[in-house]
């Protein structure tokens, strides 16, 4: 039987935990946002200049493959075995694929909906629950994988867009006809001959587009899920990870050669010289490929945050509102909020595991600190 003051210390320290957890979370939301901020240097580097995505993308793994592999040294320490070598090298090509689909997605949808159709990698808790799962939980993640998919149909509609999301459509009519109103006003007084009330918008897109980099997060998430399974120690997922990066680099190899063969033979690109994208550049090496693998380490080790999972995506929505709102984009809050509240509910059924039965024995394992050995046995969420 437990004493009153051991009872009082081990509520403080439950009480103490999300303290201690603060330092990790503002570290987290830091590297997202770095990471988010390459992003959308990334797209608008690639949206004015015209260049290959590819060719971009494979200059930017060059460096990054050499620098993991001058951190990790895969080569020193325990002798990896082929179940290790060769699974990480396929997971090269996963990764490969991944940035392809990846970069078409963010150069044709933005950066707004790339980053968002990341999360589509939750699709594979749907998977594993219809072939492994029980039958009772089916109906829940069925039910979420249909928010995502409204959730990604809304934002391929553009809900989060300030000229067609549907709660400034219903503003700007009744501005408009103030605004028409003031135009008959001013041609019956003959102040102005014509007045010009053609409105500037955006292109949509469609779920055919949008599908591109739905597909690349599905990727990730496998790429994630091989890597997983591969390794469960964090210094060996870093030393496999090195390898990885590098066979994505040897993947992609080919295709940038035949980009800038092309590019080269075209008369409209060989003429016109790119500068050289310095922030863009960097930013991508850093934050979006070497820094951002070391934050979710973190996350997932210590604050048992895995990527597809609601407090992720509430994280990566702050950083989105952020640099929409600095790159002056055209970007609606309120249409947003909605297409991220249905995707991270849709999250949320999807990839929750079954919960541990209400009981005596989990108010026992909680306290004798056997919890977070179930939580590790338990097959981590997409």
Known sequence: MMSPKQVSEDRGGSRSAPL?????????????????????????YLSQEGASVIVFIFSCLVPSSLLFLALQR????????????????????ILASYFILWGKGLKSCGPLRAVMAEYSGAVLGVLSALLYGRRGFIWKKVGGLIAMVASFYFLS??????????????????????F???????????????VDTELGTEKLIGMKQMAVPIAAGILSALRRVIARRVSLKNQLKRRLHAITVTSATCFLFPFAMWDIIVLQGSPSESNTDLPFPTWAYLSTILFGIILIFYIDNIAEERLHMVFSSPRHLAAAAGCIIIMEIVYKMDFSLPG????????????????????????????????DGHFEDQMQSLPLPT
């Open 20 to 44: 201690r957890h603060t330092p990790l979370q503002i570290i987290h939301f830091i590297g997202n946002f770095m990471r988010i901020w390459s992003v959308y240097s990334m797209y608008h």
């Open 74 to 93: 895969p080569w020193k320490g325990r002798p990896l075995s082929n179940t290790q070598v060769v699974p990480s090298i396929i997971n090269g090509g």
């Open 157 to 178: 509609e553009g809900w989060a867009l300030n000229t067609y999301s549907p709660i400034y459509i219903l503003l700007d009519i009744e501005l408009l006809r103030c």
């Open 180 to 194: 028409d109103m003031l135009i008959t006003l001013i041609k019956f007084l003959d102040i102005i001959d014509t």
């Open 336 to 367: 947003f909020l909605i297409c991220s509240t249905i995707l991270g509910f849709g999250i949320y059924e999807a990839t929750s595991l079954e919960r541990f039965r209400k009981g005596s024995s989990q108010r026992t394992d909680i306290s």
